[in-house]
């Protein structure tokens, strides 16, 4: 399988990339200012007007950022006519309760371990990691996924569980139909 | 000392530090050696991993977990303890802190370090550093139960070393400062200190709270795994030890950071030539350190759905806090000191100066992985080592480098030379940076962090990234050399003329002993502790210990009502026993913070079922069981009535929430 892509991932780069970028040029600007001799209280007269906009700035990223994420959380609400998979993680298999499922099926993968944690990873037939739950001994996480796109979606462990992790893997197809 | 400090200082840094003395260097030294000699080998440990992904080496796929678990392991323990010496060397121009009780500290980290290499090198444990349970217990054949009690049994050691490292330094600032309040700068801040503590102080006081709480959780879990080492059927909850093991492990990670940040705020000045005064915006910073550091922590269980959900806001919310206290303050201030300073560009100070822009990159790499719908697709993907990497190796590490190198320019009284001033810091940003982002571009591409083989295609990215890391050993290399150089120098310099060593100032001599007061301070203070003691007698009787039987976590909570009856009593008699009392107001002596580190622990080890099962069919012996547990609880309530007001009500109230949290998680037997 070779990964690829998706939307989310590639704004998380674009994203980070710039602001990266950015705080580069600035450690840069301010590493070049640091041959000049200027009075302490200037710096101070200025950096603290500049300290309060910047901490307001911060502060209404936050509550945008954080406060806007709780609206699009991956967590199961539980009540919706959803088919279930059963999905049991053990060291290092998947077993999953359906081998193929129809597109566009709403899928509520119930997730658990019989043996250590591990994590239940699926990536899209693109290769586009599409969302991630861990499989926990005596716990059931429930994931809720549209499988829109027909093909062959691959499961891998995203959580390390032990000499052959990197092999704990399984295959589940969407067909047309 | 003026001409040497012209060399390797800013010309105003005599003004604004005093001469470090001998232990202070020594213990620099030491710590920081040790912490970079262990960054050395497991940073060829982590160079060997990245060639195999990238299929260059063929490690096998065992001794790749192996190298991967030591060194997760090793490099947080490298760090920790030399950043552990950093602060050690700038806190102690203000705060008398023993020379002894380091190398305790240090003596116990060592220990720990060395069971960690045993147990993964010959017992081949590999369940990664964070011993997620029941990993570490499931080996597929890999290691032995042995080697998982080493490997938690070191890891306990290095946890005692820098538990007791808190317990010193918080007993010391609020001997030296006149209490808790004062040494956090609340005094100040409520506008009744005029003369606050410098911000290292600061700093160190609130690492110590929040290492006392993440080493009490930490040995809360370390120990019901090493139970489970001696009582197989021992069952411990998955959920429940996610949540200690990752409270424990993110609070270990992320005060290393703000230990070095308290070495960084005494080390800046040196070669900006202004002073890092303690400010209100920075002791508010510091409080809201406090509290996010413990709450942020849950963002490690975004994808355990079954986690709270009030939990997951609180740690979304918090780990996108906790990066404003940095950006606004820390970062902040340091650049404004910087800013138009004419700073001493030495080796010492590039490297501190570079820190700080790992810790700002890094630190928006993690803020971005803390919103919970971006962490869905980044979740244990290479993002997670790239961004921890940045902070942690370009960040931290580079401080680490700078804290030994200025050490190294001092006793050289020169600078290093300026062809590795430019090569090493080149080297080594180059290098790391490249490295960081081969696992940030991986990461977003849905890569598994952790895995020995990588997906068909991406073998790519861990080809650049070893490159890179190549460029940066090189880099790492130069600076090694150049450390030698020095280090001739250093010695050419003591042999022609004997190192001048400032003496010990009278206010470093002796503690201000009596200013910690007791934990119980009057009649009705000590009255009510008597009560209280009083009503913990109930976890004696019959009834109710038969009625605990009815499963392990009751019987294990009614334990900890006996543990709890005799800390209360240990308080009690700590401060209410004419003779005991003038002894332990003599301020926190050795035996008192031995106590109440160790007899928590054992008291939790001595709660395994295949341990007291044998004693349950005879009664009398059943009853003397029950009373070894208070008696326990006495020792750790001796201890913590030497302790002082604030940190002996502290420990006391965190050895009895340690055997309650067991209760909760731990069953079967």
Request: net charge neutral; no cysteine; hydrophobic share 35%.
């Given at each position: 399988m070779e990964p690829s892509f998706g939307n989310p991932q590639i704004a998380v780069i674009v994203i980070f990339g710039a602001l990266s970028l950015a705080l580069a040029a600035v450690f840069a600007l301010i590493a070049a200012q640091t041959r000049r001799d200027v009075p302490f209280e200037s710096v101070q007269r200025v950096g603290y007007w500049i300290r309060k906009r910047w901490l307001a700035f911060l502060l209404v990223l936050l509550v945008a950022v954080v406060g806007g994420s709780l609206f699009s959380?991956?967590?199961?609400?539980?009540?919706d006519d959803r088919t279930v998979v059963r999905v049991s993680g053990g060291q290092f298999f998947w077993s999953i309760s359906h081998e193929r499922l129809p597109a566009g099926t709403r899928v509520r993968f119930d997730v658990t371990s019989v043996d250590v944690n591990h994590g239940f990873g699926i990536y899209d037939p693109?290769?586009?990691?599409?969302g991630s739950v861990q499989a926990m001994p005596g716990f059931h996480n429930e994931l809720d996924l549209t499988l829109d796109q027909p093909g062959s979606y691959f499961i891998g462990c995203l959580e390390y569980c032990g000499r052959d992790h990197h092999l704990m893997s399984r295959r589940l197809q969407v067909t047309e139909d | 000392m003026e001409a040497l400090a012209a060399q390797v200082a800013h010309p105003k840094a005599a003004e604004l530090a005093p001469e470090p003395t001998a232990a202070e260097r020594r213990v620099g030294w030491l710590f920081a050696g040790t912490g970079l000699a262990l960054f050395a080998a497991m940073g060829l440990a982590g160079l060997t991993m990245r060639l195999t992904q990238a299929d260059v080496i063929g490690v096998s796929t065992s001794w790749f977990y192996r190298l991967m678990t030591l060194h997760g392991a090793g490099m947080l323990t490298g760090a920790l303890l030399a950043m552990m010496g950093g602060l050690w060397f700038v806190l102690r121009q203000t705060v008398p802190l023993r020379l002894e009780r380091a190398l305790w500290s240090y003596a116990a980290i060592l220990a720990g370090a060395l069971a960690v290499v045993a147990a993964v090198l010959v017992g081949g444990f590999a369940a990664g550093w964070t011993f997620l349970s029941p990993l570490p217990f499931e080996s597929a054949g890999e290691w032995s139960t042995w080697a998982t009690a080493a490997y938690l049994g070191g890891l306990s050691l290095v946890g005692v070393g820098f538990f007791l490292f808190c317990l010193d330094v918080l007993t010391s600032v609020v001997g030296a400062y006149g209490g808790l309040a004062r040494a956090l700068g609340l005094r100040f801040l409520a506008g009744r200190d005029d003369a606050p503590p410098p911000p290292q102080v600061i700093a160190a006081t609130v690492v110590s709270l929040e290492g006392i709480l993440a080493s009490a959780v930490g040995t809360t879990i370390l120990m019901a795994l090493i139970g489970r080492t001696i009582d197989s059927n021992v069952e411990i909850d998955a959920l429940w030890a996610k949540n200690l093991t990752y409270f424990f492990g993110h609070s270990f990670a992320n005060l290393i950071i703000y230990l070095a940040a308290g070495m960084v705020y005494a080390l800046v000045p040196r070669y900006a030539g202004r002073p890092w005064k303690t400010t209100k915006p920075l002791v508010l910073g510091w409080m809201a350190t406090l509290v996010l550091v413990a709450t942020a922590y849950s963002h490690h269980l975004y994808m355990d759905f079954v986690q709270p959900g009030f939990a997951q806001y609180v740690s979304t919310t918090a780990s996108f806090a906790a990066a404003l206290p940095v950006a606004v303050v820390t970062i902040y201030t340091g650049m404004m000191l910087v800013w138009g300073s004419r700073y001493r560009w030495t080796l010492a100070s590039t490297l501190l100066y570079l820190g700080f822009a790992g810790w700002a990159i890094g630190g928006t790499g993690a803020v971005i992985d803390s919103v919970i719908p971006l962490n869905f697709f980044l979740h244990n993907t290479l993002w997670v080592p790239a961004h921890f990497h940045t902070y942690l190796m370009l960040g931290v590490v580079f401080w680490l480098m700078a804290f030994v190198v200025h050490l190294a320019e001092r006793a050289a009284g020169r600078p290093a030379s300026r062809l590795a001033t430019i090569l090493a810091p080149a080297g080594m940003v180059l290098g790391g940076y490249g490295l960081v982002a081969s696992w940030y571009l991986s990461g977003a591409l849905g890569v598994p962090r952790r895995y020995a083989v990588h997906f068909p295609g991406t073998q790519g990215y861990s080809l650049a990234g070893s490159i890179a890391a190549a460029v940066f050993a090189v880099g790492f290399v130069v600076l090694l050399v150049e450390l030698a150089a020095l280090g001739r120098e250093a010695l050419r310099r003591r042999r022609e003329r004997p190192v001048e060593h400032a003496s010990e100032p009278p206010a470093r001599a002796a503690n201000r002993s009596g200013v910690l007061g007791a934990p119980l301070a009057d009649e009705l203070e000590l009255g009510s502790v008597v009560a209280l003691a009083t009503l913990g007698l109930v976890a004696f009787l019959p009834a109710v210990v038969d009625a605990s039987e009815a499963s392990p976590q009751w019987h294990h909570l009614d334990h900890a009502g006996q543990f709890a009856f005799g800390a209360l009593l240990g308080l009690a008699l700590g401060c209410g026993v004419g003779p005991l009392r003038r002894r332990l107001a003599r301020g926190p002596s050795a035996a008192a913070i031995w106590a109440v580190i160790l007899a928590p622990a054992a008291m939790l080890l001595a709660m395994v079922p295949g341990i007291y099962e044998a004693l349950e069919d005879r009664s009398a012996l059943h009853l003397l069981y029950h009373v070894g547990i208070s008696a326990l609880g006495v020792v750790a309530g001796l201890g913590a009535a030497g302790l002082g007001r604030g940190v002996g009500r502290l420990a006391l109230v965190l050895s009895v929430g340690m055997a309650a949290m067991y209760a909760a998680g731990v069953s079967g037997g």
């Open positions: 959380l991956p967590y199961s609400s539980g009540a693109d290769g586009r990691l599409i | -």
